[in-house]
């Protein structure tokens, strides 16, 4: 099986930044795409940003050019910069990863528990 483990959540003043690390583990042959997403209270979970294996991202209009996606494939990490944070930032954040295991050899999106982030005004 695949773990993602989640941290770097915390509270923070608006303008602050903060740094999202995911590491994901298990018996892991290739990670395609991973990502973040947040929900906030009483919200549907939103995409915030993806990454591809190849580097690619793609970012929701609301954190373009605050938040910087990346990724170590060699360590399967992905890690979200948060800077100038909002308090319409506040969510818990979930990162995800399309894996191919070792096992089934297909791909399969596996969800870490979330982190909570929370900015004040």
């Known amino acids: 099986q695949v773990q993602l483990g989640e941290s770097g959540g915390g509270l923070v003043q608006a303008g602050e930044s903060l740094r999202l690390s995911c590491a994901a583990s298990?018996?892991?042959?290739?990670?395609?795409?991973m990502g973040w997403y947040r929900q906030a209270p009483g919200k549907q979970r939103e995409l915030v940003a993806t990454?591809?294996?190849?580097?690619?991202?793609n970012y929701a209009d609301s954190v373009k050019g605050r938040f910087t996606i990346s990724r170590d494939n060699a360590k399967n990490t992905v890690n979200l910069q948060m800077n100038s944070l909002k308090p319409e930032d506040t969510a818990v954040y979930y990162c995800n990863a399309e894996v191919i295991t070792r096992t089934l050899r297909l791909p399969y999106t596996y969800w870490g528990q979330g982190t909570q982030v929370t900015v004040s005004s």
């Open positions: 990454i591809t294996g190849g580097g690619s991202t």
């Open positions: 298990g018996r892991i042959f290739s990670i395609n795409d």
